[in-house]
């Protein structure tokens, strides 16, 4: 069964809280049961991503909004962690240091969920499950049911995980050019306090 993780923080690529630990530990604890679990990281220019070896798997560009974006997946060579380790590198968006508190966030974990989709649904893969991680993967689900775009891989089950429900990742409608063609009649299922 493959599965895959999506998450802003996974130990010890990238740590800020708790979440890194959960995604750090569970998914080797999946391929200890059987399973062949994985985790999908933005690409952060930290010590543990300078220090391994990493090949692209994928490459492909997309569309956010207006602006053309060219992504790459790579993959963790040696496999050091317990389970394959990819990360979505985006030069200019999804290539910094910190994991949080850049302007412009929000449209770099949209590009994140959007590259990861694109790469799973272009590469003909049919995960088993998908397992998202707090608001950083959360449109993943719903993309998954109210765009044409995904219409292959629909039906692909989806785990999502709240780990603190203090951040929301929330964003105003002035954005939602930023998200692919959507049903437009299915909005309303991510409407919350007016964004």
Known sequence: MRVYHLSAECYPVAKVGGLA????????????????????????????????????????????STRRYEFEILKERDNTLGFELYLVHIPGLIDREEVYS????????????????????????????????????????????????????????????IHNGQYHGAFGWDRVTLLPEIDMMAAGLLEWNGG
């Not at 530990?25 to 399973?35: D, E, F, R, T």
């Not at 694109?118 to 608001?135: F, L």
């Open 21 to 64: 630990d959960v995604v750090g530990a569970l998914p080797k604890y999946q391929n200890q049961a059987g399973l062949n679990a994985a985790v999908v990281l933005p690409y952060y220019n930290r010590k543990f991503v300078r220090e391994h070896q990493f090949d692209v798997v994928f490459q492909a560009s997309n569309l956010l």
């Open 102 to 161: 850049y302007p412009d966030e929000r449209e770099q974990f949209i590009a994140y969920q959007l590259a990861f989709l694109d790469w799973i649904n272009w590469s003909q893969q049919s995960p088993d499950i998908i397992h998202c991680h707090d608001h950083h993967a959360g449109l993943i689900p719903f993309l998954l049911q109210h765009s044409a775009l995904y219409k292959r891989i629909a039906k692909t089950p989806v785990v999502f995980t």
